[in-house]
């Protein structure tokens, strides 16, 4: 005997339910664009049509005005729009995001760009990554007007809302619509029947009205699609503004370096040389280790001085090249380093200096953090990229975290367009590469 398959009510209720539910939802998500705009236009349209209530002139003439008029309330539902999209948009559209994820399975992660930290300059004024200011204040406050209105993930949220506006909101509201003005019509006693209807048709349409969400949110809940040319524009900024920051700080150290170190001693070496000027008739042999002792400051100042000049640019880099400078630099390490080398010729200075100072740097973090006793720096050119690659036998665990000293190397070689490699497993070895492309003479 055949059993009849009927229709579950109790089923087909809460699927009823779970639509109005989820229109209501997406109603309250997509309204606010038309909120803005409907109430901007109807009182824009009354203002702009008053002055030419009556007015009498040829038809050409206020053909002209007629439009004119338009325009003019065109203009003020998009300024209006466009000072709404901003403070609204990311919210309404992660919300949205949270509705196509738990609903249909749509999990999409954005990207929102954040506010750049401000840096004071040597001159005084504070960089932004996008101009100067006076003020930390002024540079902060800049700073995130940059970050809101030109990130190109919150316009496409404002796009998400616009379209969401005329394509997700009519067909979402439909059901409520047709279910509130059908229970009006009930009332009605003319007009029960076809109230009736109304609720019926709106309650039959419920379980699949708010499922506009699957194609619009498909197109315009994911992240920004960006073109070649403008991912290429953002990294190009970002490396603006590293760079900037890393000058400023390197400024810093050359100043402090100078206050602190030579110039206190060549203040005291004046005030020495002072001293021994007035005890030179009344009291020689004082006179004498007072000018032994500036001497010997002389010395300390000269010696810092250099050392000062070898952190800015090693003469042993500019006059023997990259290959030197690095066995030199292992010369004076605290751990066996042994310097490989198979480039042919010298590359470009600045490129020179920025894999020096990289190299430098990872031979500094050796010493520091990975209880290293052999180091291997080896420096080889191939295929138009000039590659120096530092391994040691460490404990390993190296990794490129956000300010860190690997992420500074990260991004000085990306000015370049260079690349840095980490390979180091929790225990070591570790392989560190600082790869960049480069001709050679």
């Known amino acids: 005997m055949r059993r009849h398959q009927g229709v579950d009510p109790l089923r087909w209720g809460a699927e009823i339910g779970l639509g109005l539910y989820r229109s209501a939802v997406l109603t309250a998500l997509t309204c606010v664009m038309a909120l803005v705009a409907v109430p901007v236009g109807v009182g824009g349209s009354a203002l702009a049509y008053s002055w030419s209530d009556g007015l009498s002139a040829p038809f050409a003439v206020s053909m002209l005005a007629t439009l004119g008029e338009t325009l003019m309330v065109i203009l003020w539902v998009t300024v209006s729009l466009w000072v709404v999209h901003p403070l609204t ?33 040597a001159t005084g004024f504070w960089w932004d990554g996008h101009e100067y200011h006076k003020s930390e204040r ?59 209807a109304v609720i019926v048709a709106g309650l039959a349409g419920a379980p699949f009205a708010w499922r506009v969400l699957l194609p619009i949110g498909r197109r315009f809940l994911g992240p920004v699609p960006s073109t070649r040319l403008g991912r290429r524009v953002e990294e190009l900024e970002a490396i603006r503004a590293d760079l900037t920051h890393t000058q400023a700080v390197e400024l810093e150290r050359i100043e402090r370096g100078l206050h602190d170190g030579a ?24 006179a004498k280790a007072i000018l032994a002792e500036a001497r ?50 010298r590359p470009e200075r600045p490129l020179e200096s920025a894999v020096y100072f990289s190299v430098a740097e990872l031979l500094a973090n050796v010493a520091k953090h990975s209880r290293a006793e052999r180091v291997k720096v080896e420096l080889t050119y191939a295929a138009r990229t000039l590659t120096a690659t530092v ?43 600082v790869a960049v492309p480069c001709e050679l003479s």
């Not at 919210?91 to 930290?117: F, H, I, K, M, N």
């Not at 000269?302 to 000062?308: G, I, T």
């Not at 990306?414 to 497993?425: K, M, Y």
Request: glycine residues 10%; aromatic residues 6%.
């Open 89 to 121: 948009s990311r919210a309404l559209a992660t919300a949205a995001r949270r509705c196509a994820a738990s609903w249909l399975g749509l999990d999409y992660e954005v990207t929102y760009r954040q506010v750049p930290p401000v840096t004071r300059m």
């Open 138 to 196: 002024e540079a902060r406050r800049k700073a995130k007007m940059q970050a809101r209105f030109h990130d190109p993930q919150l316009h496409w949220d404002g796009l998400w809302a616009l379209v969401a506006t005329v394509t997700v909101l009519p067909v979402a509201a439909l059901p409520l619509l047709a279910v509130g003005y059908g229970c009006y019509m009930a009332l009605t006693p003319e007009l029960t029947g076809y109230g009736i």
């Open 263 to 286: 110039q206190a001693r060549l203040v005291a070496m004046g005030m020495s040389m002072g001293a021994a000027e007035r005890l030179v008739d009344t009291n020689p042999d004082a």
């Open 296 to 345: 010997a400051t002389s010395a300390t100042a000269l010696a810092e001085l250099r050392s000062l000049v070898r952190g800015i640019n090693p003469p042993v880099l500019a006059e023997r090249g990259l290959v030197d400078a690095l066995r030199a630099l292992a010369l004076d390490s605290s751990v066996s380093i042994d310097v490989y080398s198979q480039v042919p010729s």
């Open 391 to 433: 391994s040691d036998d460490g404990i390993g665990g190296a990794a490129a975290s956000t300010g860190s000293g690997l992420s500074g190397i990260e991004r000085r070689m990306a000015a370049f367009g260079g690349r840095l490699e980490i390979d180091s497993p929790a225990g070591g070895p570790t392989h560190i590469t």
